[in-house]
């Protein structure tokens, strides 16, 4: 065989794979999207609150807050990584906005800055550990998730921090720019928007992707990966500061023993949507189907008035069996 027809036999093998990987993550897509309506059928047939307008607009509102913290994770998941500090880094942005508005009096705008300031730099401490340090993504991530709730409750001295004095910080979460729609799920379609350029169309999403298929190819290709892990991380800290700042309009108070449970909540919603826990994957379009059923099913056995201990045990099998679909999905893929 010559070097040019090998060249090309390589071309077309890289073609069916990428061919193969596509058709797969609409598949993936697409049975995320039945399962979102399965689900949104059964309670609604289950209950007849669920398609009140007041239900609807709380699980949207619901979905906001993990799709925001989703968007982010899924560029940390993409590069093989975990982030397990998205939940009580949340917090923490939305203590440290909350601080900065209300306690130090400095308003609006330098308190929402503050909050983005913050998360931008618990994902670039992430990076760091991470890609420098060379400390496992799970190991560093959990470290940092008791340090921003330890955080979060000794800057604010273990009590709420009230938005009463600032009548506006509500409408970033609660105002209708849009018709009759939550700003914050305006918000959360915006940064998708944004997210699925990042990913799928810049230089930054082609680089996510190289890493999590192959790090070391990526590196020896000329890549600075470290430096972009860094990036990656940070960027999704920013997400993660959005997400405290919503939060915090949402509730009109920053809750310092909020967050917990939250980091679970958006991971599962970025493998049910298609990214891979094994990396070199990901779907912002799958991620925010991921973010509605995750919220869908949340409400609706709370409007069936199930327990919260079987709800736990309800998300925790979700959960699993998300987990355990990415391992056979990734399986088939070799």
């Known amino acids: 065989m010559t070097d040019s027809t090998q060249v090309a036999v390589e071309e ?19 049975l995320a999207f039945g399962s979102l309506l399965v689900l949104v059928v059964f309670f609604a047939i289950a209950s007849d609150n669920f398609f009140t307008w007041s239900n609807i607009s709380g699980v949207l509102l619901a979905t906001a807050v ?4 989703a968007l982010g994770t899924t560029f940390v998941i993409t590069t093989a990584g975990i982030d397990l500090s998205i939940g009580t880094g949340m917090t923490l942005c939305a203590v440290m906005t909350a601080v900065v508005a209300v306690n130090w009096g400095l308003g609006l705008v330098p308190g929402v800055l503050a909050g983005l300031a913050m998360g931008a730099l618990m994902g670039f401490v992430n990076g760091v550990n991470v890609a420098y340090f060379k400390l496992p993504p799970f190991i560093a991530t959990l470290a940092m998730m008791q340090v921003a709730q330890g955080l ?29 729609l ?31 298929s192959n790090e070391e190819a990526t590196r020896l290709s000329g890549v600075n990966t470290r430096r972009w892990k860094v990036i990656i991380y940070t960027v999704a800290g920013i997400f993660t500061g959005i997400a405290g700042v919503v939060i915090a309009s949402r509730l ?10 939250y980091e679970l909540q958006a991971i599962a919603a970025v493998i049910i949507g298609g990214t891979s826990l094994l990396g070199g994957r990901g779907t912002i379009v799958g991620t925010l189907i991921g973010a509605l059923i995750m919220s869908v099913l949340i409400n609706g056995l709370r409007i069936m008035s199930i327990q919260t201990e079987w709800q736990y045990v309800v998300l925790g099998v979700v959960i699993a069996i998300a987990v355990l679909a990415d391992s056979l999905r990734s399986r088939k893929g070799r």
Not at 13 to 30: E, K
């Open 12 to 30: 077309q093998d890289t073609a069916r794979t990428g061919h193969g990987a596509t058709v797969r993550a609409w598949l993936q897509q697409g």
């Open 66 to 69: 993990i799709g925001i913290l």
């Open 152 to 180: 979060a409750l000794v800057i604010s001295d273990v009590s709420p921090i009230y938005f009463s004095e600032i009548p506006a910080f509500k409408n970033i979460a609660l105002g209708t720019a849009l018709g009759s």
């Open 182 to 212: 939550p700003n914050a799920v305006l918000i959360m379609f915006v940064l998708g928007g944004i997210a699925y350029f990042m990913l799928g169309k810049t230089q930054f999403g082609r680089f996510t992707v190289a890493i999590g």
């Open 252 to 261: 009109g108070s920053a809750q310092p023993q909020l967050g917990v449970g």
